[in-house]
């Protein structure tokens, strides 16, 4: 069950190679133009009205041993419309041949949740961020997510064009992990609750025409020094709808709480 809560933690939660060519410096500095217009164009959740994201996450518990290592995975499906402001989230996951599933709304402040198909609990914004106990596993306690991989770390990316897609491009190395793990995580190795980053790979694909995102799918692996411990956590989704969700229609069993 433990793992099962920290894999949902990081569902519910979305890199840069240097060329050795001959190029010039005007070359250079033109591509570089180039890669910071096209990551300004690039929609996030963020910039859209509504939008469909179907998700796979596998998380991989002492990935350093066969004899040990386990395996956890889950699928989800989230949906979002901006106006009127509702979140939809619903998540299964299986560990140890068990299945559990957690669905989620919040509805401007209010936030409904239930677990395994049960009753619905209802918790404001303000109530959860006052007892952190009472937040529902679902609900990520770090900022590392597909968005927080693409947004924080543009410069290490690089961008590869086919005619209809941009395909954003990120893989870690010795040289510059240590630099993506404090930005994403800062100085402070507790940070992390499963361990130091100790390697990440990313790929995000945008439209060319409309700069909407298509698809995500991203790797990264953690040490915990206590026990030599290795994590592997694998997420990938894929949008769908954008801005073409009319409505999310809210059970009526959340209407009567």
């Not at 669905?103 to 198909?117: A, H, L, S, T």
């Not at 793990?181 to 100085?187: D, E, P, Q, S, V």
Request: include cysteine; aromatic fraction near 10%; hydrophobic fraction near 30%.
């Amino acid at each position: 069950m433990k793992k099962y809560l920290m894999v949902t933690l990081i569902v519910v939660m979305f890199l840069m190679g240097c060329s050795q060519g001959t190029k010039s410096n005007s070359s250079e500095d033109t591509e570089a133009v180039n890669k910071k217009e096209v990551f300004s164009k690039l929609l996030r959740e963020k910039d859209l009205m509504s939008y469909v994201v179907k998700t796979k996450s596998e998380a991989i518990f002492n990935a350093q041993s066969d004899e040990k290592k386990e395996v956890t995975n889950s699928n989800g499906t989230v949906e979002m419309t901006r106006e009127p402001k509702i979140y939809h989230a619903k998540w299964e996951g299986i560990s140890d041949n068990t299945k559990n599933e957690s669905e989620v709304y919040i509805i401007d402040k209010e936030n409904f949740y239930r677990e395994n198909k049960g009753e619905w609990n209802k918790k404001t914004i303000d109530d959860m961020n006052g007892n952190k106990e009472d937040i529902p596993t679902f609900v990520a306690k770090t900022t590392f997510d597909s968005n927080s991989i693409l947004e924080n770390l543009e410069s290490y990316y690089e961008i590869v064009e086919s005619r209809d897609v941009y395909i954003l491009k990120l893989e870690s190395n010795s040289d510059n992990i240590s630099e993506i793990k404090n930005i994403l995580f800062g100085k402070d190795e507790s940070n992390s609750f499963i361990g130091e980053l100790t390697s990440i790979k990313a790929e995000f694909s945008f439209e060319k025409d409309t700069y909407y995102p298509i698809s995500y799918d991203w790797k990264a692996s953690f040490l915990d020094k206590g026990n030599d411990e290795v994590t592997q956590i694998n997420q990938s989704g894929k949008y769908e709808d954008i801005n073409k969700v009319e409505e999310i229609k809210i059970p009526e069993e959340i209407k009567n709480l």
